[in-house]
């Protein structure tokens, strides 16, 4: 997208089941400096059982305490047929649509659509037959490790490579809904880009930038956070979401931390060579007079002789007589 981060916008559950929110909420979005718009295509049934026993039954903590995760599903669940019109208005406005299945029939709508990657959530990283159905479809896979060990990882990425699948991009991610920066532990990043030869990102819970920011500086090349045009419309994911002002104040930090890490460079301009010290005449000297720390000495600008001759210098007969403030140079010394 004409920079080195890739900045998703995950619409999830903020749609509160209203398609027009959903339509003002991808354009906040593109207003906002996002690259791409990221939705999840599941049902209910794509992720849960309809049962009230001791694993289906209420949640007894957290941010959907009280709530059975299909009831959970339920309401946060994008209508299928909303999906191809929200395509079209993101592309309108010049940014990427992907979704994340969560069954093969997900997987399939999103192949009548034609979208260019796919993100495997977190939850689904152990998922290895959506995994490997996923990866047959042979494009760009985004994963998130949130609640994965490492032999997740490894198993969820050699399915990848087993499909023919080399375009993979691991999200350092924090499964807690919000996250505190404390649980962060970017520092992983470096590691699964070094362990695993792929691309690297984040997917961020937290309330601010400053994960997206450090991540960047850590070398993601990927940066996920969740979107609502306003918490107060609630839903589900309404309390770990950025609004508009605040995505767009994360976006140009983490374009501005992109400039600041630049590239690796030893290298100097001319005029910068011409700030450092050099040497100098420090007094008058005349022609056959010996050059000494009493009549040389080593200040800014750098139009004399590098530094490192100065020990060279002491002790040789100068050509001609020099006035003091001249760059010393080789042509005035015999």
Known sequence: MGYKTFIIAELSANHN????????????????????????????????LDVDNEHFGPRKEGLWKGKRPYEIFKEGSMPYEWQPKLKKITEELGLKFFSSPFDRHG????????????????????????????????????????????????????????????????????????????????????????TFNVKVGVSDHTMGSTVPVVAVALGATV??????LDRSLGGPDSAFSMEPHEFAAMVNAVREAEVAVGNVTYSISDKDKTRRRSIYVSKDIKKGDILSEENIKCV?????????????????????????????????IN
């Open 107 to 194: 997987v399939d709508f999103l192949e009548g659509m034609d979208v260019e990657l796919y993100k495997i959530a977190s939850f689904e990283i152990t998922d290895i037959p959506l995994i490997d159905y996923v990866a047959s479809k042979k494009k760009p896979m985004i994963i998130s490790t949130g609640v994965a060990e490492l032999s997740d990882i490894e198993l969820a990425v050699a399915t990848c490579r087993k499909n023919g699948v080399d375009d993979i991009t691991l999200l350092k991610c924090t499964s807690e809904y919000p996250a505190t920066v404390a649980a962060a532990n970017l520092a992983t990043i470096s590691n699964l880009r070094e």
């Open 17 to 48: 089941n209203n398609f027009d929110i959903a339509v003002k909420t991808i354009e906040a979005m593109a207003k906002a400096g996002a690259d791409a718009v990221k939705v999840q295509t599941y049902t209910a049934d794509s992720l849960t």
């Open 300 to 332: 800014r600008p750098g139009f004399g002789l590098h530094p490192k001759n100065f020990n060279t210098v002491i002790g040789k007969k100068v050509n001609e007589d020099i006035e003091k403030g001249t760059p010393l140079s080789w042509s005035l």
């Open 223 to 228: 940066v996920e956070k969740h979107f609502i």
